[in-house]
């Protein structure tokens, strides 16, 4: 257990509207992830963070903005949600080499 | 284009038996690789994990196989139990580059059948 909460678990949501989710992991890990979880496609990465403060871009980063202001929280900002953004919302910390993810976020935009 | 693929979206066997997931990769720069269970409602779980210096990896009932020059890994599971029915992705990685090369494939369902 890599002690990686999620909120909210679900959130459904309307077509424009901004939506933000939370990690937060209790371990002081430097490493965050954000992913989504498609069919067919797997995870696919979204933005990362390699420490406070530092964010950058992943696979599938448009639409999306990250924030990470304390080593414990990372956050996913979907500025103006569009349907083709509902789907599962996987955090992720580093250790080692191997990654560690959180329960998920179930989104729907309507 | 997937840099890395799971060809069987599913894989049903019998429990008892040998269950054998496949993973391929077109990227020669990967050079750790990983396999993740996922069950419903829940993150995905590591499993296990090989390095290119090697060509298998053991755990309990689980082996990674590793074929750099056909750039193939198979994840071996025996005997299979009901427990393990479940989404596998396998996942490779520059293991220098602590930042976004974890590139996962889309997964096999597992099913393992009393």
């Known amino acids: 257990d890599a002690g990686i909460t999620q909120s909210p678990r679900h959130k459904v949501t309307e077509t424009g509207t901004p939506v933000t989710l939370r990690c937060h992991q209790t371990?002081?890990?430097?490493?965050m992830y954000w992913y989504r979880q498609d069919p067919g496609h797997g995870l696919r990465l979204i933005h990362y963070?390699?420490?406070?403060?530092?964010?950058d871009k992943g696979e599938v980063s448009d639409g999306y903005s990250v924030s990470r202001s304390k080593t414990e929280d990372f956050l996913l900002t979907l500025e103006s949600a569009t349907s083709s953004q509902t789907s599962v919302y996987f955090c992720?910390?580093?250790?080692?080499?191997?990654?560690?993810f959180g329960p998920g976020t179930r989104l729907t935009v309507t | 284009d997937q840099q890395v693929k799971q060809n069987s979206p599913s894989l049903s066997v019998q429990e008892g038996r040998i269950s054998i997931l496949n993973c391929d990769y077109t990227?020669?720069?990967?050079?750790?690789f990983l396999w993740y269970k996922k069950y419903p409602a829940e993150g995905p779980t590591f499993l296990i994990s090989?390095?290119?210096?090697?060509d298998k990896n053991e755990d309990g009932r689980f082996t990674v196989f590793l074929n750099k020059s056909a750039k193939h890994l198979s994840l071996h599971i025996v005997p299979s139990q009901p427990g393990d029915s479940a989404v596998y992705f396998c996942a490779a990685s520059e293991g220098g580059n602590y930042g976004q090369n974890f590139v996962f494939g889309p997964g096999t369902r597992l099913s393992v059948l009393p």
């Open positions: 990227n020669s720069m990967f050079d750790y």
């Open positions: 963070s390699y420490g406070v403060k530092d964010t």
């Open positions: 090989i390095s290119s210096i090697k």
């Open positions: 371990e002081n890990h430097r490493y």
């Open positions: 992720a910390i580093r250790q080692n080499y191997e990654q560690y």
